[in-house]
């Protein structure tokens, strides 16, 4: 009994006098240590756990403070307003599970609290788990149907599943209800661009930069998405624009130093990818010291980026040059020998005269999808966006049917022990895909898809000409590499309409130019491991 009463005992007015004061004055630290000193005198007090979780939470400190909202509750287990603080900061902790848990409960006492709703559909989206945020977005759109917050975060939702025409709806509500904001105009354009609408996304981050000059990742997109359009200048003054208002902005120096890596300018690329140190930065800098011959450099950062990165098809492309081009040991294990990994087939519901074929041919050539330049093109244009995010139902359905034939691939190569295969993507989500269209004369130069994982080709219109014209052609070197000898392997194959080509994003490919009258038309794509 003398124990429970001594456990019960609670501070005098005075005693949280040092706390209150800290607290309300903004103090959070001293807060703390006050609070922390009166916890080990009075354990049961509600005043040191109320305080002490605020200024634990005011400075960042979640998972310290979650301990105090948790004893709270556990005295007061219907007080709504308690319930609800426990999971805002069990979501700003990133203990999602938790905060579900809390939120849910909050509904179970009040179902028409349209904020609870909202950071449930926030707890749901930072878990991927889609249509559970869906519905939470909407039930607080439903209470609230002004709350133009939701609409932006559905919007997201969608955009996520590449459900772009979702998407852009949605965040045509957002500005509806607020014309004014800056990030309902970036989301907006930034789904446009993914859906190869150029023109109009160009538009809405210029308005996004209208309402808040200082909006660097709108700099940033709007120089890409005029760079696709072929405007470098006005790309590269987006670019340098971002970073006078933040110089190490990650996404501003890479984008930077991929135009300058694309303008062949590789010794000005390399400061900006190592100051972004984002996505495949070491990759790129070894290129440029690799085609700018500087080999020492180049073998000095080799070792860490391989380190870094065990799974990159762009560092296997490099590490196997180099391994074949000076006959040393490739101490990269992607896919050492990946013309043994190409995959030839062929898909009936596209070959000729069939009712998709004209569909998609008839997609390709009306529906608004802007162009993209592309340096590596000759005599033809490509596609920007993703055709498979698209509402188009030949788009959807050829997704569909590619699928198929990498799941064929995945099973015809499941015994290799290389990490291509080793880690190859549970998920069959195409990250990105585009269409190529070429005339007499056209040729794409020797590449490699940085960013993919295994990439493929569907083949639409094949002009007829001689030997392997207009064939793709696969090998271990090209990109104008340098090289100390000819001794690299080479493949064509020469597709008829309706075939695919699947292959892993570390083959250099090109295609053989042509010169029939007749359109050279395919689809490309790459498959690419979630993140």
Not at 43 to 68: E, R, S, T
Not at 218 to 226: D, I, Q, S, V, W
Not at 265 to 280: G, M, N, T, V
Not at 334 to 345: A, E, M, R, S
């Amino acid at each position: 009994m003398a124990q429970t009463q001594l456990n019960n005992k609670q501070p005098s007015q005075q005693e949280v006098q040092t706390m209150l004061v800290a607290y309300n004055a903004g103090r959070l630290p001293q807060a703390e240590a006050a609070g922390l000193l009166l916890q080990n005198s009075y354990p049961n007090a509600a005043i040191v756990h109320n305080v002490l979780g605020n200024a634990l939470a005011g400075q960042g400190k979640f998972d310290a403070a979650i301990p105090h909202f948790e004893w709270l509750v556990a005295q007061n287990p219907r007080q709504l307003e308690l319930v609800f603080n426990l999971a805002n900061i069990c979501l700003n902790a990133t203990r999602f599970n938790d905060a579900i848990k809390h939120y849910q409960k909050v509904i179970s006492l009040n179902p028409k609290i349209v904020d609870v709703y909202y950071n449930l559909g926030t707890a749901y989206q930072a878990q991927n788990n889609w249509v559970q945020a869906e519905q939470a977005y909407k039930k607080a759109l439903q209470i609230q149907p002004n709350f133009f917050e939701a609409y932006g975060n559905l919007g997201a939702v969608f955009q996520a599943q590449g459900r772009l025409s979702d998407a852009i709806t949605s965040y045509q509500k957002v500005l509806v209800i607020n014309p004014n904001d800056a990030r309902g105009h970036f989301n907006l354009a930034t789904a446009l661009r993914n859906s190869g609408l150029l023109d109009d996304a160009i538009k809405h981050y210029q308005q996004a930069i209208t309402l808040f000059p200082n909006y660097v990742e709108a700099y940033t997109n709007l120089g890409e998405a005029l760079f696709d359009l072929g405007d470098s200048q006005a790309a590269v003054a987006h670019y340098q624009k971002a970073l006078s208002l933040a110089p190490d902005d990650p996404q501003a120096n890479y984008k930077l130093g991929i135009f300058l890596y694309d303008s062949g300018k590789l010794q000005e690329a390399i400061p900006h990818f190592e100051r972004s140190q984002l996505d495949d930065w070491r990759e790129r800098v070894l290129y440029c010291l690799y085609k700018t011959e500087q080999y020492k450099a180049f073998r000095s950062a080799l070792p860490p980026a391989i380190a870094a990165n065990p799974k990159s098809p762009f560092l296997a492309t490099l590490s196997a040059h180099h391994a074949a081009n000076f006959e040393v040991n490739d101490a990269y294990n992607f896919c050492k020998n990946p013309l043994d990994f190409v995959y030839h087939g062929h898909i009936d519901e596209i070959s000729l005269g069939t009712p998709l074929l004209a569909d998609l041919l008839n997609d390709i050539n009306h529906a608004e999808i802007a162009k993209r330049k592309q340096s590596r093109l000759s005599y033809g244009e490509q596609s920007s966006g993703n055709l498979f995010k698209r509402s188009e139902a030949s788009f959807n359905a050829l997704a569909s049917l590619i699928k198929q034939h990498i799941q064929q691939y995945k099973t015809q190569f499941a015994t290799e022990g290389c990490e291509l295969m080793l880690s190859f993507p549970d998920e069959l989500d195409i990250s990105s895909s585009w269409y190529v269209k070429m005339q007499s004369g056209g040729n794409l130069t020797s590449h490699i898809h940085e960013t993919g994982w295994l990439s493929g080709s569907v083949y639409l219109s094949i002009p007829q000409g001689q030997d392997l014209d207009g064939a793709i052609e696969f090998s271990t070197h090209g990109d104008n590499y340098p090289k100390q000898h000819d001794d690299f392997p080479v493949k064509a194959i020469l597709p008829i309409v309706g075939n695919i080509v699947l292959f892993p994003s570390s083959l250099f490919h090109r295609t053989i130019p042509f010169n029939s009258t007749e359109s050279r038309i395919c689809i490309a794509f790459d498959l690419k491991p979630a993140t």
